[in-house]
T-cell receptor
Framework: SAVISQKPSRDICQRGTSLTIQCQVD?????MFWYRQQPGQSLTLIAT?????????ESGFVIDKFPISRPNLTFSTLTVSNLSPEDSSIYLC???????????FGPGTRLTVL | DAKTTQPPSMDCAEGRAANLPCNHS???????VYWYRQIHSQGPQYIIH???NNETNEMASLIITEDRKSSTLILPHATLRDTAVYYC?????????FGKGTRLHILP
């Protein structure tokens, strides 16, 4: 299974600022995914990021608010812009696994917006 | 969209088999069903997946009905470490969309 790390593991940010979350994988992967998990809720897919192409966003998520970079096959960043308290969530990076369709998840980044 | 329905919570005694049901009556014929679990404050963990046949691995067994409208995840000997939220989800368009899952409590 892929080993995924995220930075930072947690952060507290002020309203109106931005936070960039890094996701590093120990092997090359084609597809990377970013999810949001609001307090007490399930995971919601924000976007799919393939190397060399624009990220594909799910309904309700836009690039201006959640810009994503995917510079190579082992790394991606998610920026959460113009933060508001409603953005307080856990943000998780995920990658495709061994080709059987399963996904592996990072430990998450816990964001609190004051 | 293939939607799934799971009971919001279940209890199981430690050492007994935990049977977690999932209804996916709108699943397409070529969509696999995947099961994940999320232990508190951790990222989800892949458990098992299947299409038509029953599957077993070191973590669990998956029983899929012949009409593929439902499935059951079986943890054969539940331990306290199995306390988690369990998600049943199809994979469509190369991505996984999570439902609300079942919160499984293992009772000592």
């Amino acid at each position: 299974s892929a080993v995924i790390s995220q930075k930072p593991s947690r952060d507290i940010c002020q309203r109106g600022t931005s936070l960039t979350i890094q996701c590093q994988v120990d092997s090359q992967v084609t597809m990377m995914f970013w999810y949001r998990q609001q307090p007490g809720q399930s995971l919601t897919l924000i976007a799919t990021a393939n190397q060399g192409s624009e990220a594909t966003y799910e309904s309700g998520f836009v690039i201006d608010k959640f810009p994503i970079s995917r510079p190579n096959l082992t790394f991606s960043t998610l920026t959460v812009s113009n933060l508001s308290p409603e953005d307080s969530s856990i943000y998780l990076c995920s990658v495709d696994g061994t080709g059987m369709g399963e996904q592996f998840f990072g430990p998450g980044t816990r964001l609190t917006v004051l | 969209d293939a939607k799934t329905t799971q009971p919001p919570s279940m209890d199981c005694a430690e050492g007994r088999a935990a049977n977690l049901p999932c209804n996916h009556s709108t699943i397409s014929g070529n969509e696999y069903v995947y099961w994940y679990r999320q232990i508190h404050s951790q990222g989800p963990q892949y458990i098992i997946h299947g299409l038509k046949n029953n599957e077993t691995n070191e973590m669990a067994s998956l029983i899929i009905t012949e009409d593929r409208k439902s499935s059951t995840l079986i943890l054969p000997h539940a331990t306290l470490r199995d306390t988690a939220v369990y998600y049943c989800t199809p994979r469509r368009d190369d991505k996984i969309i999570f439902g609300k899952g079942t919160r499984l409590h293992i009772l000592p």
